[in-house]
């Protein structure tokens, strides 16, 4: 039996049972937990990642957790009978909500309404689980013994959650596979209790059809979801997907057609190989030419090794220095045969040195003066990444630039964007750089934005260029200063580390073309 004094059941049993009981409030908090994150991430991945998503993702949720906890007060009868039949159901709506959600983006026009119909049916569900657990330990344990136990498991549960999500979970099994997987230990919590307590015998059978029936459905999802994500994606992509991998810091996927090759990360283009050459010439000419003597180069992000490429092109540069967060990146374009052609396989040149480390870090800790920084991050669309656009970080770069130094900033459009690119170019100048702002056009992006910064003005575009440009020259390089109305010089604050206003600025401008 669960519970109740003198009904003849041994008290061992008795413990046996409530410590089951107990356990159970270890795992469906570390369920509950994860089906919140998993909900935030998809969220930011196909929203855009945005401390947003996450913020309102989790008060959605919490607050669902509140009516479902207000709802088990109308439960009545048979609680244990009531706590498997949730735990079923939590089982099949959490672990279906990554794949269900993956499968819909493309289908549905207003896809919050979905994303958020599942976290409140989840938080709902999840909130009824403790009251009535609760509520079935009540007669066996002393209460204040009894909360101090639930509420102890539940934090673990928390904690551990909260740990193996972003460490295990998304980069070996991915959103797909996390949320069937628990989907499974929920309805296994069910069935462990069903056939654990006697009084379940009258229903057992009724119960069992679900729970086979459920637990063979998430299976399927698990075996099938790299089948449901290449689906997904092919929704998603008008090209052919032909590779994609989740990784601890972003999805990277590459998309190919008969003229062109395309790398998205986390869902949002980083280049067409059709014309990536007008975005990278533009990155790193304008400002390396115009530098005499050998020269030692930086590069953060661009592991791709596209920029890196035009570096090379100057014989007198001495070695290059590549920081790039995620190592998967590295590696794939320092190993796929297609991508080495396309990179003319820069980051397997003995003068370039790949470090795979947090630029804001790295940077705070590095000594070596550089006399040429090519800084291509992804847009400011977290925070995250907001901070490796804000004075405190380019103040860092004041101290690993030489006296003579040019660095160089791809600062997303002018035109789309033009709060955020003047916001860029007032926090350079806020920092102590003297600022030249330019822009290019590229088929794939538009009008796109970069701003070269240096301790005293010294730039001239006087000096010989390399060899072989497809598209930067001298009258091209002219072109790029002048700015016509529409993306003239705006007034913005400066991004700060405390508040992020580029973050804010982007969020705002690109809103309307997010799906």
Known sequence: MVNGAGDGTPVHEKKQGQGLLLFSVFVIATC????????GTMASYLLGDSVTQFSTVIGVYLFSMGIGSWLSGQVEGDLLKWFIRIEILVGLVGGCSAPSMFLL???????RIVLYSFVVLTGILVGLEIPILMRILKSGIEFKDLVARVFTFDYIGALLASLIFPLLLVPYLGLIRTSLVFGIFNIAVAAYLLYYFEETLRY????????????????????????IMSY????????????????????MVLTRNN?????FLNGNLQFSSLDEYRYHEALVHPGLHALKGSKKVLVLGGGDGLAVREVLR?????????????PAMTQLFRSNEMLLELNNRSLLSPKVRVVNDDAFNWVRRDTMRFDFIIIDFPDPSN?????????????ELQH????????VVQATSPLIARKSYWCVGHTMEAAGFVIVPYHIYVPSFGEWGYIMGMRNFGWHTGAQLPRGLRFVDKDVMKSMLLFPPDMSEVATEVNKLNNQALVNYFEDEWAPYVH
């Open 32 to 39: 509950g937990l994860i089906y919140e994150l998993v909900a």
């Open 204 to 227: 057992r059978r009724r119960l069992l059809v679900p729970i086979l029936a459920s637990v063979f459905a998430l299976l399927a999802g698990f075996v099938y979801a790299e089948r």
């Open 400 to 407: 690993v630039l030489s006296d003579s130094g040019i660095i």
């Open 383 to 395: 925070y995250s990444l907001g901070k490796l656009y804000s004075s405190k970080f380019y103040e």
């Open 232 to 251: 997904s994606e092919t929704l998603a992509f008008q090209d052919k997907v032909i590779y994609s991998k989740s990784t601890h810091y972003q999805r």
């Open 259 to 263: 003229r062109e090759l395309k790398l």
């Open 105 to 111: 983006f493309e289908h549905v026009t207003y896809f």
């Open 314 to 326: 100057y014989p007198d540069v001495a070695s290059v220095t590549l920081v790039d967060l995620d």
